[in-house]
Nanobody
């Protein structure tokens, strides 16, 4: 079964940037959907961005569009989430996901362990 190792979180001030990484291993072929989700304190987990690996199309929730970019390095088996112009509202635990269903969880979604992003004002 595919395994995901996500990293790159940290603490930054508002307006700053972070890049999250998700190393994908133990897979025969790329899952059709790779995504990043987040869970803020007291809130449900939400899909932030996803990549359709067969078409390379990308999708974002409205609140991050224009600020976040999801990408993939096939040679490194790694999916990235570049986050710019961060705001305190972006503070959350971020999870890499494989076999997502767009910006939602699918029946066979596999999760990374999570990486914390904290943005201070």
């Amino acid at each position: 079964q595919v395994m995901l190792a996500d990293s790159g979180g940290g603490s930054v001030q508002a307006g700053g940037s972070l890049t999250l990484s998700c190393v994908v291993s133990e897979f025969a072929g790329w899952p059709r959907c790779m995504g990043w989700f987040r869970r803020a304190p007291g809130k449900e987990r939400e899909g932030v961005a996803n990549l359709a690996t067969d078409s390379s199309n990308t999708y974002y929730i409205a609140s991050v569009k224009g600020r976040f970019t999801i990408s993939r390095d096939i040679a490194k088996s790694t999916v990235y989430l570049q986050m710019n112009s961060l705001t305190p509202e972006d503070t959350a635990m971020y999870y890499c996901a494989a076999y997502c269903a767009g910006l939602t969880e699918g029946p066979h979604t596999v999760w990374g362990q999570g990486t914390q992003v904290t943005v201070s004002s």
